[in-house]
T-cell receptor, first 112, second 110 residues
Framework: EAEVAQSPRYKITEKSQAVAFWCDPI?????LYWYRQILGQGPELLVQ????????DSQLPKDRFSAERLKGVDSTLKIQPAELGDSAMYLC??????????FGPGTRLTVL | GNSVTQMEGPVTLSEEAFLTINCTYTATGYPSLFWYVQYPGEGLQLLLKATKADDKGSNKGFEATYRKETTSFHLEKGSVQVSDSAVYFC?????????FGPGTRLSVLP
């Protein structure tokens, strides 16, 4: 069964450093989502892509976060500089349309 | 704005007990309704879904019925197992916008 791939699975960094996360959605899925999940809470949408275009980035802290999906397939989420409050699980999901979302295993970020 | 309210956890049950996790959503539009499950250290997995009123989603012994009149989508299972221990998220899909509840942690004791 096809899966959403994410890497790395774990990332430890110091504050003020730059970090990047990668996501490869299920083949053929046009819609890609990045979520942030703080421990003990539900996922919060950061950015949504339809192919290579951003559909919704209203909750993305644009002073330090950026996301791209240049060829409409895989995607990268970057944080620069990282802050202590960015420690969380970063989840990527994909879907064929706006129906069922399929999630990757996530990247757990710890900022020291 | 759109929102979802879930039963607060943690919920601790003995094996073979009956499970109910309540979920209610705001009645803006006509969302599809989803339950996702998250096992420790993993991403979210789709558990079940329903797309219209009175639909019943079911999977792995879990069930939930789309109740438009009460704007609810309560999750139930007749006999839980230790392997059901996880965090459960209710998530209405308002078209372009999934809204996740805070999650309910379930612990099943042998």
């Amino acid at each position: 069964e096809a899966e959403v791939a994410q890497s790395p699975r774990y990332k430890i960094t110091e504050k003020s450093q730059a970090v990047a996360f990668w996501c490869d959605p299920i083949s053929g899925h046009a819609t890609l989502y990045w979520y942030r999940q703080i421990l003990g809470q539900g996922p919060e949408l950061l950015v949504q892509f339809q192919d290579e275009s951003v559909v919704d980035d209203s909750q993305l802290p644009k002073d330090r976060f950026s996301a791209e999906r240049l060829k409409g397939v895989d995607s990268t989420l970057k944080i620069q500089p990282a802050e202590l409050g960015d420690s969380a699980m970063y989840l990527c999901a994909s879907s064929l349309s706006t129906d069922t979302q399929y999630f990757g295993p996530g990247t757990r970020l710890t900022v020291l | 704005g759109n929102s979802v309210t879930q039963m607060e956890g943690p919920v601790t049950l003995s094996e073979e007990a009956f499970l109910t996790i309540n979920c209610t959503y705001t009645a803006t539009g006509y969302p599809s309704l989803f339950w996702y499950v998250q096992y420790p250290g993993e991403g979210l997995q789709l558990l079940l879904k329903a797309t219209k009123a009175d639909d019943k989603g079911s999977n792995k012994g879990f069930e939930a019925t789309y109740r438009k009149e009460t704007t609810s989508f309560h999750l139930e299972k007749g006999s839980v197992q230790v392997s059901d221990s996880a965090v459960y998220f209710c998530a209405p899909d308002y078209g372009q916008n999934f809204v996740f509840g805070p999650g309910t942690r379930l612990s099943v004791l042998p």
